[in-house]
């Protein structure tokens, strides 16, 4: 059995849960002292631009998400093989003879 002589893979989990903690922390220390609330944010959101907004950023970045994993997957060689080419079947042309006939 041979040893493996490279390093581990150094894991991110504790940098970016500390990263994302500090930043979760500064949206809501920003959100308090700017004065939002519930009853501001609704009067906001009655706007239609603002609307549209809500709505399409969430899509157009879930769409940009799902280009770069195609991307990604493009680009390291992971398409899937092709499927087969189908069989075509052989329908019946009326020549054959029925039961009872």
Excluded: Y
């Excluded at 990604?72 to 042309?93: E, F, K, M, Q």
């Amino acid at each position: 059995m041979s040893l493996s002589t490279s390093p581990a893979r150094k894991s991110f989990k504790r940098p970016l849960a500390i990263v994302s903690g500090i930043l979760g922390f500064a949206a809501a220390a920003a959100a308090i002292a700017s004065t939002v609330s519930p009853a501001v944010a609704a009067d906001i959101a009655a706007q239609p631009d603002t609307q549209v907004a809500v709505f399409m950023v969430p899509v157009t970045l879930l769409i940009l998400a799902m280009m770069f994993e195609v991307g990604r997957s493009v680009w390291r060689n992971h398409i899937p093989s092709s499927a087969p080419a189908r069989r075509r079947v052989a329908l019946s042309t009326g020549n054959t003879p029925r039961a009872g006939r």
